[in-house]
């Protein structure tokens, strides 16, 4: 059985990652800072699919909780084959008004917490010979976006964080690819006004919001051995919003 981690995995994206690799016959590790009982659900999802799950909570913006994140997954469940970094947050507010706390809280989690997950991770990978590592980073990192200077920052940092990883480690087996979400219906999106979610919809070419299963599904494929030959790309995943 492969075992896949995915941070950030209590909620919405995440969570969907950790029930669609499950589905695809991962046994699963459920990051999560501090919502215990949203992560314990999606591991009740996942043993319903019938594989198995473990939660590993840590604050990953620190370096030292990072890799003791990863290292409980491994001690849980076996090696890691996959590991999707999803987990982060926003502080949105225009540049001019944007404190150092909310620039900062918003690289350290986002940003520096997928490089430690990474970093920690990659080890073990190397050393067999394969794995799959996705960064979930957002149309915002491809197109910047007003009032989110810090979020479009840091997911355009996993972009090249992921190309480079990629480039490095290729050649002892590990994949590195980043997808792009667009506007995702989440606990994130829902404190958008019904007047700004009519806008972001009428500039995606589908004419909706996505869903977590619609992002979830990719992840999985890039976890995969169906996706062996796949290594340093962005794919959207936003309804066409961002052409």
Known sequence: MSVALVTGASRGIGAA?????????????????????????????????????AVVQGDIADS?????????????????DALV???GI??????????????QSVID????????????????MMKRRAGSIVAVSSVVGLMGNAGQVNYAAAKAGLIGMTKSLAKEAGARGVRANAIAPGYISTD???????????QLIGHTPLGRLGTPD??????????????????????????????
């Open 188 to 198: 994130m999106t829902d404190v958008l006004s019904d007047d700004i979610k009519e």
């Open 90 to 103: 926003t502080r949105d507010g225009l540049m001019m008004r944007m404190s150092d706390d909310d620039w």
């Open 85 to 87: 970094l999803n987990a």
């Open 64 to 80: 030292a909780a990072a890799e003791a994140v990863v290292n409980a997954a491994e001690d849980a469940l076996g090696p890691l």
């Open 17 to 53: 990652c950790a029930v669609a690799l499950a589905q695809a016959g991962f046994d699963v590790a459920v990051g999560y800072v501090a919502d215990e009982a949203g992560a314990n659900a999606t591991v009740e999802a996942v043993r319903a699919v019938g594989c198995q799950a």
């Open 109 to 124: 989690t986002n940003l520096s917490g997928s490089f430690y997950c990474a970093r920690a991770a990659l080890r073990g």
């Open 214 to 243: 619609d992002v979830a599904g990719l992840v999985a494929f890039l976890c995969s051995d169906a996706s062996a030959f796949i290594t340093g790309t962005v794919i959207p995943v936003d309804g066409g919003l961002g052409m």
